[in-house]
């Protein structure tokens, strides 16, 4: 069973609208972490934000903020005022143990393209 | 610049060929983790290595074929190449294991003919 719900397979904006992208998990560990990734057209995929299930303080880093709710599984990750330069396929994902080790579980990703 | 490299950026090869791509992971990370990516699909967890052994499998064909050595930098081998293999294959490297966050190459993109 998919353990992370990317359900936004493509979003479209116009330049400098708010966009927030949806991620839902599921897991049955108290300890786990949630990350949020990004992919521009160049391909490399760039670290976002990782956060633990003991912090649910929201976080706001420039015009990204993500917030993380425990009580819904979700771990939502919103734009503002979005550039083009956003476009990009976001992913997110899960890190729970497993077997004594941790496992990634990843989303299928949101395609989001921002619109001059 | 995340600090990882892979080699080459590009290959191109016939079907049934074996190819060898090559990671290294940023100074200081002891897990290497190898990723496929198909156009237009997500990403398929590989393989995970920390500090020299096997951690996790994920959905690896019985033809690919991983290791990481003493100095720590990865190879994965991929032979008997059948045209689904053509996709993007991602290397990873992390300071532990998948709790903490990795850091991405810029991919090898192979293209079987």
């Known amino acids: 069973a998919q353990k992370v719900t990317q359900a936004q397979t493509e979003i479209s904006v116009v330049e400098k609208e708010d966009v927030t992208l949806d991620c839902v998990y599921e897991?049955?560990?108290?300890?786990?972490?949630l990350f949020w990734y990004k992919q521009p057209p160049s391909g490399e995929l760039v670290f976002l934000i990782r956060?633990?299930?003991?912090d649910e303080q929201n976080e706001i880093s420039g015009r990204y903020s993500w917030n993380f709710q425990k009580s819904t599984s979700s771990f939502n990750f919103t734009i503002t005022a979005s550039q083009v330069v956003d476009s990009a396929v976001y992913f997110c994902a899960l890190s729970e143990r497993w077997n004594s080790n941790y496992q990634l579980i990843w989303g299928a990703g949101t395609k989001l393209i921002i619109k001059p | 610049d995340s600090g990882v490299t892979q080699t080459p950026k590009h290959l191109i090869t016939a079907t049934g060929q074996r190819v060898t791509l090559r990671c290294s992971p940023r100074s200081g990370d002891l897990s290497v983790y190898w990723y496929q990516q198909s156009l237009d699909q997500g990403l398929q967890f590989l393989i995970h290595?920390?500090?020299?052994?096997?951690?996790a499998k994920g959905n690896i064909l019985e033809r690919f074929s991983a290791q990481q050595f003493p100095d720590l930098h990865s190879e994965l081998n991929l032979s008997s190449l059948e045209l689904g293999d053509s996709a993007l294959y991602f290397c990873a490297s992390s300071v532990a294991g998948v709790d903490t966050e990795a850091f991405f190459g810029q991919g090898t993109r192979l293209t079987v003919v």
């Open positions: 897991t049955r560990d108290t300890t786990y972490y």
């Open positions: 290595y920390y500090n020299g052994e096997e951690r």
């Open positions: 956060r633990n299930s003991f």
